[in-house]
Each structure stands twice: as C-alpha cells, then as structure tokens.
C-alpha cells in the first residue's frame, strides 16, 4: 500500500511544479473585441474578433463587427476628405455648428443647400437656414463666423463670383429670417 500514496504524491508534485497552460477564452476574444470597439480602439477590436472567427468564437458576430467597422472607418475617411470636418458630427446635412473661443463657428454645406452652380435653394434648404436663423435669434450677443463649404475636391476651382454671391445669399437670408423679417408672400 505503500505504493499508491508515492503515486499520488508524485503526482501532485508534478501538477504544482509543471505550470498549466493558460486555457483559451471562452468566448474571450469575442467579447474583448466588443469591448475594444466600444472603447474605440477598431484596430485592436479587429485583431480581436480575427481570433474569434480562428478560434470559431461567435464567428459570425465576429465577421459582422469587422464588416461593421471597416465600413465605418471608410465613411470617416470619405466623410473626412470632403469636408474637412467628420461629417458625422454635423447637425445636419446642410451645416455643423460648434464653438471656439466663444465664437459660433458654422459651416454649411454649398452642394446641400445651393443647386448646381446656380443661388437657387435646393429643397430642405431652406427648412435647415430657417433652423440656424433661430439658433441665432436666440443667442443675439454671441459672434458667429460662417463658412460655405465646398465638399467636392474637385481640380477646377469653384467660381469666386458664385462663391460670393452664394455667401452674400445664405447672409442675407439668415439675416432676415433671424429678425423674422422675411418677405411675406
């Protein structure tokens, strides 16, 4: 009987000497990437979710948030190259607004509001001019800078006599309709 008890105790000897090879996550790499991506780190969340489909985690969730987040990064980087400015943050289509140095800086999009190379509005235009005219009725001692944005890059430059009468248009209007003042038909 002396035997079994030099067994287990080799054994045991064994199991604390050997160290354990770390068990692979269940669900782990996952579940890291969902919280990699939620953290905004999409690089690493990619990485994450690859070992997922390797390891046959949740693979089809996995292939979703890559497929997710690569389409994200493409809109940012579009979004991005027209503007400027990440489009995604705009309060609209037509214009973003934000603050710097308690100056209201807004910017608004010509190929939103304007038709082609022309001062007409484009429908909707009008509705979103008519927004900003309140935002800046109610915040009469403030200082606003507002550009036109051209969101095409384009190799021809855009017309400097267009481009100033659509500025002087888009101040007219937001004048007149910041004092309700506008024209009525």
């Not at 990619?46 to 997922?52: D, G, N, V, Y």
Request: aromatic share 10%; hydrophobic share 40%; charged share 25%.
């Amino acid at each position: 009987m002396r035997r079994p008890s030099r067994v287990i105790a080799a054994v045991m000897l064994f199991s604390c000497c050997v160290p354990m090879q770390a068990a692979g996550p269940a669900g782990g790499y996952f579940d890291r990437g969902a919280d990699l991506y939620k953290a905004g780190r999409n690089s690493d969340a990619i990485e994450s979710f690859e070992q997922a489909i390797k390891h046959k985690d949740q693979v089809q969730q996995s292939q979703d948030f890559i497929d997710k987040i690569r389409k994200e990064t493409v809109e940012r980087i579009r979004n991005k190259a027209l503007t400027g400015v990440n489009k995604a943050n705009w309060q609209t289509k037509y214009y973003f607004m934000n603050e710097v140095d308690h100056r209201i800086h807004v910017g608004i999009s010509v190929q939103e509001v304007f038709d082609r190379d022309s001062l007409n509005f484009r429908s909707g235009a009008v509705e979103a001019l008519n927004q900003l005219a309140v935002a800046f009725a109610k915040a009469e001692t403030a200082q606003f800078d507002v550009d036109l944005i051209n969101e095409l890059n384009t190799e021809t430059p855009t017309d400097p006599t267009l481009a100033a009468q659509q500025l002087n248009a888009v101040f007219s209007y937001l004048s007149l309709a910041a004092r309700d003042a506008r024209p009525k038909y």
